[in-house]
């Protein structure tokens, strides 16, 4: 008899609002303590650590000591690749008003990581940009191809496409936003591109949360490289 993976017990651990929100605020590859955990929750210390344990059982958290202390991170990207795309599918309901965005909600929005790559407007624009420039091209496997035009392109910002160890599914892949509901970068590429950039002080991750702020010399690099421009919540990209 062939073995079948328990899509349902993976399914309802993630199902539960509490357990998602803790998921969700580890997908940007970070580790975190449980008692934030608990408070990314809305839940106490206890019922926080009946979860995680759950969680751990289940194969989608790993844990970390350091002292008296536990931090808790994804057990793998594959487990946050799961969570972006459940995302992703969430109904968009337009004649149901909705309440604003937070600041901090708006932030993510813009420019966050997700898990070790820029995803939100600014991860969306400068891959679309990267498309419309023939950097790369869009795939039917949900890959992009890297032309020559897009090696030269990234050697110029310092980065060596070449030397780049690509995974089972492939070097360049097209995750898709779950707040834009259109494509970015991810795959090594999208890796080595969020450290280049970061390595270059054109990005800045906040220490406290998965938003990435744009840089004043970013911005002058976004539009340089690639016709972006913007600032919270407004971006141009020249043609």
């Not at 929100?21 to 934030?36: H, I, K, N, Q, T």
Request: with cysteine; glycine share 10%.
């Amino acid at each position: 008899m062939e073995v079948q993976p328990n899509i349902a017990s993976t399914a309802f651990l993630i199902a539960d609002p509490a357990r998602s929100r803790m998921l969700l605020a580890l997908v940007d590859g970070r580790a975190l303590p449980a008692g934030e955990l608990a408070y990314a929750a809305g839940v106490t210390a206890q019922t926080a650590s009946t979860h995680l344990a759950r969680l751990l059982d289940g194969g989608l958290v790993a844990v970390e000591t350091e002292g008296r202390h536990r931090y808790y991170r994804l057990s793998g990207p594959h487990v946050a690749l799961v969570l972006e795309n459940l995302a992703s599918i969430v109904p968009q309901t337009r004649d149901v008003p909705r309440k604003p965005l937070s600041p901090q909600a708006q932030r993510l929005r813009f420019a966050r990581c997700c898990y070790d790559h820029l995803a939100g407007q600014v991860g969306v624009a400068v891959t679309q940009a990267l498309v419309s420039r023939g950097a790369l091209v869009e795939t039917d496997d949900k890959r992009f191809e890297i032309t020559s035009h897009g090696h030269q392109w990234f050697a110029g910002i310092g980065l060596d496409v070449a030397a780049i160890k690509p995974t089972r599914r492939g070097l360049a892949r097209q995750c898709l936003d779950w707040t834009e509901r259109q494509h970015h970068l991810a795959g090594p590429l999208g890796v080595q591109f969020m450290t280049v950039m970061c390595g270059h002080g054109w990005l800045r991750r906040e220490k406290s949360s998965r938003a990435v702020q744009v840089t004043p010399s970013g911005w002058d690099a976004l539009k340089a490289h690639l016709g972006i421009e913007g600032r919270l919540g407004t971006l141009s990209c020249e043609p």
